[in-house]
């Protein structure tokens, strides 16, 4: 979730990072701004350099500033703003860095940007860039400073993505971001440095880099998939139980949910036809917890029966519920869950939907952060491509719902067009622990949260299928299915 800053509009640009559970109120017309963002330091950035995928070419017109500062500008509705070319001590990112100085002052937006060569022709939409920069804040304020693209009016965006950081010392940390290009640039679209609105200023630029990265596609889908799981029997009964268990109890799951989950065939079976029916209902259940509650679902998983290797892409074929209050999900999970819980495990959450805004998925990846290993680092919904609008109601067609993950990057995609993407270097640069180079095991089901009062139930989520390209295995001694 971001917001707007320019010199004309004059609107403040600030970052946003928000967990799910935020999240769902933001969609709903709460506006937040929390920080979750942070980059790496030089002293460690070795490993998260080395894995970031290479540019083909630098478009940045003059990453090493010249003293007349060609081709970079900034400005400020706080108070004059300047540049200088500055040199840099040994072991610096570069031998010389952009200097931007301001006085104190308030105000609403403040900005540098750095001109690229010919940005028209340099970003082809639906391939992979990266942008990158190094910082450092000799005032040590642990004000935000943003790294994106776009012109001095905040248009003309081939992307929305956005890269944050706020540092109490004066050392040299990077900002990186990988990317897909949604929309054509322009002439004057620019490397935009996003600076703190209000108060003094005194950051050091060096090294900037956009350019096109190798990105690597997931398995072929042109052909049969490795394995296909999907529904057979007769219709109500229960789903074959050699590949799926159920997840029975309430205790709100970590998020607050409402439901009591079940094995019940009455929220999870079969229905003749090879789909799933997973169905949310209003009925007031005592569960193992001793808790009564409202409301009956399921949660499926395959846990210790099906993985899914890294290097593998899986999707599934679903039509999901909507309705305020329903939040049904297709995520798969570290299958280490069980040893180095959670969110040390990783969380791929491959479809999610929030019932009062019945047009939109979302998607998000979760991971430790790096600094506090038991702390959820997310990113998604908000974030570039985390929130996709189909046009049409969740429960209006079958749609497919796919990821893709290896050790370097985890890519999402709706009915088969990629769609988010993150890189495991760009992870680290934001704090972010790397679990997705091991296997992951998929969750099916549909939670009930916030206020579902003006819902009515059931509500039932389909699953025609579930599909996975090259890797996806049954473990030893379970018998395949489907």
Same mark, same amino acid.
């Given at each position: 979730?971001?917001?707007?800053?320019?010199?004309?509009?004059?609107?403040?640009?600030?970052?946003?990072?928000?967990?799910?559970?935020?999240?769902?109120?933001?969609?709903?017309?709460?506006?937040?701004?929390?920080?979750?963002?942070?980059?790496?330091?030089?002293?460690?950035?070795?490993?998260?350099?080395?894995?970031?995928?290479?540019?083909?070419?630098?478009?940045?017109?003059?990453?090493?500033?010249?003293?007349?500062?060609?081709?970079?500008?900034?400005?400020?509705?706080?108070?004059?703003?300047? =540049?200088?070319?500055?040199?840099?001590?040994?072991?610096?990112?570069?031998?010389?860095?952009?200097?931007?100085?301001?006085?104190?002052?308030?105000?609403?937006?403040?900005?540098?940007?750095?001109?690229?060569?010919?940005?028209?022709?340099?970003? /082809? $939409?639906?391939?992979?860039?990266?942008?990158?920069?190094?910082?450092? %804040?000799?005032?040590?304020?642990?004000?935000?400073?943003?790294?994106?693209?776009?012109?001095?009016?905040?248009?003309?965006?081939?992307?929305?993505?956005?890269?944050?950081?706020?540092?109490?010392?004066?050392?040299?940390?990077?900002?990186?971001?990988?990317?897909?290009?949604?929309?054509?640039?322009?002439?004057?679209?620019?490397?935009?440095?996003?600076?703190?609105?209000?108060?003094?200023?005194?950051?050091?630029?060096?090294?900037?880099?956009?350019?096109?990265? %190798?990105?690597?596609?997931?398995?072929?889908?042109?052909?049969?998939?490795?394995?296909?799981?999907?529904?057979?029997?007769?219709?109500?009964?229960?789903?074959?139980?050699?590949?799926?268990?159920?997840? $029975?109890?309430?205790?709100?799951?970590?998020?607050?949910?409402?439901?009591?989950?079940?094995?019940?065939?009455?929220?999870?079976?079969?229905?003749?036809?090879?789909?799933?029916?997973?169905?949310?209902?209003?009925?007031?259940?005592?569960?193992?917890?001793?808790?009564?509650?409202?409301?009956?679902?399921?949660?499926?998983?395959?846990?210790?029966?099906?993985?899914?290797?890294?290097?593998?892409? /899986?999707?599934?074929?679903?039509?999901?519920?909507?309705?305020?209050?329903?939040?049904?999900?297709?995520?798969?999970?570290?299958?280490?869950?069980?040893?180095?819980?959670?969110?040390?495990?990783?969380?791929?959450?491959?479809?999610?939907?929030?019932?009062?805004?019945?047009?939109?998925?979302?998607?998000?990846?979760?991971?430790?952060?790096?600094?506090?290993?038991?702390?959820?680092?997310?990113?998604?919904?908000?974030?570039?491509?985390?929130?996709?609008?189909?046009?049409?109601? =969740? %429960?209006?067609?079958?749609?497919?719902?796919?990821?893709?993950?290896?050790?370097?990057?985890?890519?999402?995609?709706?009915?088969?067009?990629?769609?988010?993407?993150?890189?495991?270097?760009?992870?680290?640069?934001?704090?972010?622990?790397?679990?997705?180079?091991?296997?992951?095991?998929?969750? =099916?089901?549909?939670?009930?949260?916030?206020?579902?009062?003006?819902? /009515?139930?059931?509500?039932?989520?389909? /699953?025609?299928?579930?599909?996975?390209?090259?890797?996806?295995?049954?473990?030893?001694?379970?018998?395949?299915?489907?």
């Amino acid at each position: 979730m971001a917001t707007n800053g320019c010199m004309t509009r004059r609107v403040r640009l600030r970052r946003s990072g928000i967990t799910v559970a935020a999240a769902l109120a933001l969609v709903i017309g709460l506006a937040m701004n929390v920080s979750s963002a942070s980059a790496v330091s030089l002293a460690s950035a070795g490993a998260a350099e080395s894995a970031a995928p290479p540019l083909k070419r630098n478009v940045v017109q003059h990453p090493e500033p010249l003293t007349d500062m060609q081709g970079w500008s900034a400005a400020s509705d706080a108070g004059p703003t300047s =540049l200088r070319s500055v040199a840099v001590p040994a072991g610096s990112p570069a031998a010389t860095a952009v200097e931007v100085t301001r006085p104190a002052g308030t105000g609403e937006w403040g900005m540098a940007l750095a001109s690229l060569h010919d940005p028209a022709a340099s970003f /082809v $939409v639906g391939r992979t860039y990266r942008m990158q920069m190094w910082v450092r %804040d000799l005032r040590s304020s642990g004000e935000d400073v943003g790294l994106l693209l776009a012109n001095g009016n905040y248009d003309h965006r081939p992307v929305e993505a956005s890269v944050w950081g706020g540092y109490r010392d004066s050392a040299w940390h990077l900002l990186a971001r990988t990317f897909v290009a949604r929309a054509p640039a322009a002439a004057d679209t620019s490397l935009y440095v996003a600076l703190p609105s209000s108060g003094a200023l005194r950051w050091q630029l060096a090294g900037a880099q956009v350019g096109e990265v %190798d990105a690597p596609e997931p398995a072929t889908v042109t052909g049969p998939a490795t394995r296909t799981i999907d529904f057979p029997g007769a219709a109500g009964a229960s789903p074959d139980a050699r590949i799926w268990n159920h997840e $029975v109890g309430g205790s709100g799951w970590g998020n607050g949910e409402l439901q009591t989950y079940t094995s019940s065939a009455r929220n999870a079976s079969v229905d003749g036809a090879g789909r799933l029916r997973i169905t949310a209902r209003k009925e007031t259940v005592t569960g193992p917890d001793q808790i009564t509650r409202n409301y009956t679902s399921a949660r499926l998983s395959t846990e210790n029966k099906v993985v899914i290797a890294p290097g593998s892409y /899986v999707e599934a074929s679903i039509k999901a519920p909507t309705g305020a209050g329903v939040w049904p999900a297709f995520w798969l999970i570290g299958a280490n869950h069980a040893t180095v819980g959670w969110p040390a495990s990783g969380e791929l959450d491959v479809l999610e939907g929030h019932g009062a805004s019945p047009t939109d998925t979302f998607r998000a990846v979760h991971a430790s952060s790096l600094s506090l290993p038991e702390q959820d680092n997310p990113f998604g919904w908000g974030d570039d491509g985390g929130r996709v609008d189909l046009g049409q109601p =969740l %429960d209006a067609a079958f749609h497919t719902y796919g990821v893709y993950f290896d050790k370097d990057l985890v890519r999402f995609y709706v009915d088969r067009r990629e769609v988010m993407s993150l890189w495991a270097a760009d992870g680290a640069a934001n704090g972010r622990a790397w679990p997705f180079g091991k296997p992951q095991y998929p969750i =099916l089901n549909v939670a009930v949260s916030d206020d579902p009062s003006a819902t /009515v139930f059931p509500r039932t989520m389909l /699953v025609d299928n579930l599909s996975i390209w090259s890797g996806g295995v049954p473990l030893a001694g379970t018998a395949a299915s489907g």
